[in-house]
Each structure stands twice: as structure tokens, then as C-alpha cells.
């Protein structure tokens, strides 16, 4: 088995079932897999060969879908792109990672130009608007009329994808995943979160991040699910969207889910056809999931709690287990060991802090071209996160920071998240993050960033005042920054070595 064949299967088993559907574009099945054969075809006719890196610069769309599969099917490895980085920072992964071949957006055009200068790795540069800059051809000029399965044997073994991590703590590292890797992460998700052909999927989160990408993009096409793809996030249309195309199953981050909150009027949109709703990729306030919950009606929730390098796997916290358990990460998934461990690799007691380790066929190969990186990372086949989290009784995982993120104030470990989750309960705060600044009496101390929400004026020391009813003297912010963003990366995630940064 491999990713192209499960699109190829569908194509040949439920040919007229609606695959995709984007503004005005829709496809089915059938039709799907013979635009995905057209370009694959193409791309064998440029001679690009199997093994070979293709980059994609794209935002969420139907062509991404396409792109991504043609790639599958001849054998190549794809390479997504967060398309909010710079320059620089896009020119950084494509020659990393060896790329031969970048897909992108008209409105990239210029930024490719830039990227790919006296890069003689690269072979194509392959626009999917009609425009193109010097050097490059339109992937309307790639593609051609073989609507055929490509002659090209790609065996379960051959590796697939390299997912660069957010880089939230410095330069992102390429996690490299073979078909067999993403077979699993798309079976376990199938099963754990329970769907099915029936679903229809709405992708709003970015599709070259992995949550999305093998969770529910390669999941719902393994499973002949119809898939919505809405290129950017505006919460109102996400909203219409759901109600228009009767959405069962919807993925987030929690950001995302923050904004949904701030649509005027939400409540006159009909939820109803969502029967699961998936939260992840960054740690998400109790007060915010039950805000969400509300929202949907109080449909089943389910914390998926991964990183990259996992697949995204790691724990699952299931929609019963918010009853007692809402906050925790969860227990791990199927086919997966988790432990939280100290220095010396052994399991700490219940409730005490330590790092967390991940065992599981969804774990990455490597890091692309990195050995050191693997072999910190990867130890007697345990994938070690560089995540602190904590382990009850039960065997319920929660995380509560990245070891860079820990703040020791006065000789006391403080955990950011800990601080965030009371920040999030004032109801004048839209989103909060809490880092540790150098102090010349304290070693380093506790400061907060906070963005109110709109129209909101925030009063630090009635915040301080908040905090100190709730926290310990010493986890108290001792300063507070009101902004009005807080930098993140397209998952999500603060990026707090920015803040760091900035502050210091």
C-alpha cells in the first residue's frame, strides 16, 4: 500500500462520490484521480524521478490536494511549506532539503524568484497561476492528457514526506516520514476518532501542517470522505461553511476556535451537523474548550495532543474523558507507548514534572540530513520530545512547557502554561503568553504578554491582583506587556523565543 494508491482505489470503488469541494470547484472522485494522473504523467515526462524532493508553496486549496498526490504517485517526496515565512526562511528549507522541484501560488511568484537564485538543485519552478516570472512554467504547461496510473513502483518503504518543525526554538529541522509512517497516522486516527466515508471534512487549519495534512487530508481520502477546503481562515465563513455543507467532523487549533467566539452573532449559525470537533497543535485553555463546546453544542470534543516528529501522534484525550479529565493531554493513542521520564531516561513518580517520550510506528525516520539531531531525538527507539509534562495515577499526560520555555525564578521551576490558564480566565483577555525575562535578584522573571480582546482596555494591576487569588507569590507575573498580537507560527503556536527577543 502506498498514499497514491488509497486515491486510486476510490476512484475505481465510489468513482461519482464528491471528493472535494473548493468556492466553486468540485470534483469527484474519479475526477480527482485523473487530475492528480495528468500532472503525475507530467512531471515523469520533465524527468523528474522518484525520490526526488518537491517543495510546495501553497496556500489550501483544491490544487494543493492535486499536487500533493501527483507527487505520491511518482514516487517523489513532498516538502510543504509554511507560506507565511520569509525569504529567507522559505530559501533555508528548499535547500535543506535538496529540493529538485517547487510548486507554488501566483502571489509567490516574486518570493520563488528570490528563494531559488543560483540554486542548481532546482528544476522546475512551477506556478499554478497562468503568470509566471523568468525560469518559470505553469503547471498547466506540466500536466498533459495521460489520465492513466503512472508506471512507477512506490512501495510502502519509500519515504514520503519531510514535514519541517514550526522552529519555535530556532532553525525548523526536516522530519522525514515514509508511506508506511502515514498509513498508520491516517488508520489510528480513523479508528480513535471514528470516521468514516459519511464524513464530510471542513480544512480551515493550513494543510501544510501536518495536523492537517495527515490527519484528516490523507485520513478522509484513505476513507472516500468529502473533503471542504477553505484557503485562508475568516471565522465567519468557516461558520457558513459548516452550516452550508453540513460539516460532521471540524479540526482547529485554538486560536482559531478563539475567533469563531468572536463572530457577531454566532449563535444564529446551525452547528448541528458537527458530530466531532478536534482541538491541538498548542496547548488550549479549559476555559476556552468549554466555551467551544458551547458553541457546538456540546458535541464530542477530542484534544489531539502530538507534535511533528510523531506524525502528529502522541496522546488522545477522548470526548468522555473531557468530563473528568478536560485540561490533560490524554492517554496514548493507539499503537503508541508514551512515559514521562527524568534526566537518566527513568519514569517519574505520578504528578511529577519530566520529559516526554513517545514509542510509536508513526514516529519519524529522522532529520533530514542531521544526524546528531536523530540521535538526540531518537534513544533505544523512544522519540524524546523536549516536552515537560506530567503523568497521573491513571496514566492521563499533561503538558505544561518545552524545557526552553521552563522559567526558574528564585530557584523554582514555574511552568508558562500553568500562569496562561489563569491569564485565559479574565474575561477581558483574548490571548495570553508567559515567559521568563532575566532579573538580577531572581535569576529570571515571570512577565506576561496579553492581547485584550476588542474595544477592551486592560488594567495590569487589577490582572496582577486576578493572578495573585490564583498562583503562588512566586509564579505571579511581576510584569505585564499589553500588545495587540502575539507572534505565532501557522499552527498556532506562540513563537516564544521571539518574545524573548523582542523583550529582552
Given at each position: 500500500?502506498?498514499?497514491?494508491?488509497t486515491?486510486?482505489?476510490?476512484?475505481?470503488?465510489?468513482?461519482?462520490?464528491?471528493?472535494?469541494?473548493?468556492?466553486?470547484?468540485s470534483?469527484?472522485?474519479?475526477?480527482?484521480?485523473?487530475?492528480?494522473?495528468?500532472?503525475a504523467?507530467?512531471?515523469?515526462?520533465?524527468?523528474?524521478?522518484?525520490?526526488?524532493?518537491?517543495?510546495?508553496?501553497?496556500?489550501?486549496?483544491?490544487?494543493?490536494?492535486?499536487?500533493?498526490?501527483?507527487?505520491?504517485k511518482v514516487?517523489?517526496?513532498?516538502?510543504?511549506?509554511?507560506?507565511?515565512?520569509?525569504?529567507?526562511?522559505?530559501?533555508?528549507?528548499?535547500?535543506?532539503?535538496?529540493?529538485?522541484?517547487?510548486?507554488?501560488?501566483?502571489?509567490?511568484?516574486?518570493?520563488v524568484?528570490?528563494?531559488?537564485?543560483?540554486?542548481?538543485?532546482?528544476?522546475?519552478?512551477?506556478?499554478?497561476?497562468?503568470?509566471?516570472?523568468?525560469?518559470?512554467?505553469?503547471?498547466?504547461?506540466?500536466?498533459?492528457?495521460?489520465?492513466?496510473?503512472?508506471?512507477?513502483?512506490?512501495?510502502?518503504?519509500?519515504?514520503?514526506?519531510?514535514l519541517?518543525?514550526?522552529?519555535?526554538?530556532?532553525?525548523?529541522?526536516?522530519?522525514?516520514?515514509?508511506?508506511?509512517r502515514?498509513?498508520?497516522?491516517?488508520?489510528?486516527?480513523?479508528?480513535?476518532?471514528?470516521?468514516?466515508?459519511?464524513?464530510?471534512l471542513?480544512?480551515?487549519?493550513?494543510?501544510?501542517?501536518?495536523?492537517?495534512?495527515?490527519?484528516?487530508?490523507?485520513?478522509?481520502?484513505?476513507?472516500?470522505?468529502?473533503?471542504?477546503?477553505?484557503?485562508?481562515?475568516?471565522?465567519?465563513?468557516?461558520?457558513?461553511?459548516?452550516?452550508?455543507?453540513?460539516?460532521?467532523l471540524?479540526?482547529?487549533?485554538?486560536?482559531?476556535?478563539?475567533?469563531?467566539?468572536?463572530?457577531?452573532?454566532?449563535?444564529?449559525?446551525?452547528?448541528?451537523?458537527?458530530?466531532?470537533?478536534?482541538?491541538?497543535?498548542?496547548?488550549?485553555?479549559?476555559?476556552?474548550?468549554?466555551?467551544?463546546?458551547?458553541?457546538?453544542?456540546?458535541k464530542?470534543?477530542?484534544n489531539?495532543?502530538?507534535?511533528?516528529?510523531?506524525?502528529?501522534?502522541?496522546?488522545?484525550?477522548?470526548?468522555?474523558e473531557?468530563?473528568?479529565?478536560?485540561?490533560?493531554?490524554?492517554?496514548?493513542m493507539?499503537?503508541t507507548?508514551?512515559?514521562?521520564?527524568?534526566?537518566?531516561?527513568?519514569?517519574?513518580?505520578?504528578f511529577?514534572?519530566?520529559?516526554?517520550?513517545?514509542?510509536?510506528?508513526?514516529?519519524?525516520?529522522?532529520?533530514?540530513?542531521n544526524?546528531?539531531?536523530?540521535?538526540?531525538a531518537?534513544?533505544?527507539?523512544?522519540?524524546?520530545?523536549?516536552?515537560?509534562a506530567?503523568?497521573?495515577?491513571?496514566?492521563?499526560?499533561?503538558?505544561?512547557?518545552?524545557?526552553?520555555?521552563?522559567i526558574?525564578?528564585?530557584?523554582?521551576?514555574?511552568?508558562?502554561?500553568?500562569?496562561?490558564?489563569?491569564?485565559?480566565?479574565?474575561?477581558?483577555?483574548l490571548?495570553a503568553a508567559?515567559i521568563?525575562?532575566?532579573?538580577?535578584?531572581?535569576?529570571?522573571?515571570?512577565?506576561?504578554?496579553?492581547?485584550?480582546?476588542?474595544?477592551?482596555?486592560?488594567?495590569?494591576?487589577a490582572?496582577?491582583?486576578?493572578?495573585?487569588?490564583?498562583?503562588?507569590?512566586?509564579?505571579?507575573?511581576?510584569?505585564?506587556?499589553?500588545?495587540?498580537t502575539?507572534?505565532?507560527?501557522?499552527?498556532?503556536?506562540?513563537?516564544?523565543?521571539?518574545?524573548?527577543?523582542?523583550?529582552?
Open positions: 500500500m502506498n498514499l497514491g494508491m486515491l486510486a482505489r476510490n476512484a475505481r470503488q465510489i468513482p461519482e462520490k464528491k471528493a472535494v469541494i473548493f468556492g466553486d470547484i470534483y469527484t472522485y474519479k475526477q480527482l484521480n485523473e487530475k492528480v494522473n495528468q500532472l504523467n507530467g512531471l515523469i515526462a520533465h524527468r523528474i524521478k522518484k525520490g526526488e524532493k518537491i517543495a510546495i508553496l501553497m496556500k489550501n486549496s483544491d490544487q494543493f490536494m492535486i499536487v500533493f498526490y501527483a507527487i505520491m514516487g517523489a517526496i513532498a516538502v510543504p511549506i509554511n507560506f507565511r515565512l520569509t525569504a529567507v526562511e522559505v530559501r533555508y528549507i528548499v535547500e535543506d532539503s535538496d529540493a529538485a522541484v517547487i510548486f507554488f501560488d501566483r502571489s509567490y511568484a516574486t518570493l524568484s528570490q528563494v531559488v537564485e543560483n540554486n542548481k538543485n532546482i528544476k522546475l519552478q512551477v506556478c499554478v497561476g497562468n503568470k509566471t516570472e523568468k525560469n518559470q512554467i505553469t503547471m498547466n504547461a506540466i500536466r498533459n492528457d495521460n489520465v492513466s496510473e503512472p508506471v512507477v513502483e512506490v512501495l510502502e518503504s519509500d519515504d514520503a514526506e519531510i519541517y518543525t514550526s522552529g519555535t526554538t530556532g532553525n525548523p529541522k526536516g522530519a522525514v516520514f515514509d508511506h508506511h502515514i498509513l498508520y497516522v491516517a488508520f489510528t486516527s480513523a479508528i480513535m476518532m471514528k470516521m468514516g466515508p459519511e464524513d464530510n471542513l480544512h480551515v487549519a493550513p494543510l501544510f501542517h501536518s495536523a492537517q495534512l495527515n490527519l484528516f487530508m490523507i485520513t478522509g481520502t484513505l476513507l472516500g470522505s468529502m473533503h471542504v477546503i477553505q484557503q485562508d481562515f475568516q471565522p465567519d465563513l468557516v461558520l457558513q461553511a459548516i452550516e452550508h455543507y453540513e460539516i460532521s471540524f479540526f482547529a487549533v485554538p486560536t482559531m476556535y478563539n475567533f469563531l467566539l468572536q463572530v457577531p452573532n454566532y449563535e444564529k449559525y446551525d452547528l448541528t451537523s458537527v458530530k466531532r470537533c478536534g482541538y491541538g497543535s498548542a496547548p488550549m485553555p479549559t476555559a476556552l474548550i468549554q466555551k467551544a463546546m458551547t458553541l457546538f453544542g456540546h464530542q470534543f477530542f489531539m495532543c502530538g507534535l511533528t516528529e510523531a506524525g502528529p501522534g502522541g496522546v488522545l484525550l477522548l470526548p468522555d473531557h468530563k473528568t479529565k478536560m485540561g490533560a493531554g490524554g492517554k496514548a493507539l499503537c507507548e508514551v512515559r514521562v521520564v527524568n534526566e537518566r531516561g527513568e519514569d517519574v513518580a505520578p511529577e514534572t519530566g520529559e516526554f517520550i513517545i514509542k510509536s510506528e508513526m514516529v519519524m525516520k529522522e532529520y533530514y540530513k544526524p546528531e539531531e536523530t540521535r538526540q531518537l534513544r533505544d527507539g523512544w522519540l524524546y520530545t523536549g516536552d515537560l506530567t503523568m497521573d495515577e491513571d496514566g492521563y499526560v499533561t503538558l505544561v512547557d518545552r524545557k526552553k520555555d521552563m526558574i525564578s528564585g530557584g523554582e521551576n514555574i511552568y508558562s502554561t500553568e500562569v496562561e490558564q489563569v491569564l485565559y480566565q479574565y474575561p477581558d483577555i490571548e508567559v521568563g525575562l532575566p532579573d538580577e535578584v531572581w535569576g529570571e522573571k515571570v512577565v506576561a504578554i496579553v492581547v485584550g480582546k476588542k474595544g477592551e482596555n486592560l488594567d495590569e494591576e490582572l496582577k491582583l486576578f493572578c495573585s487569588e490564583r498562583l503562588a507569590s512566586y509564579k505571579v507575573p511581576t510584569e505585564i506587556i499589553v500588545k495587540d502575539i507572534p505565532r507560527n501557522a499552527s498556532g503556536k506562540i513563537l516564544k523565543y521571539r518574545l524573548r527577543e523582542a523583550l529582552s
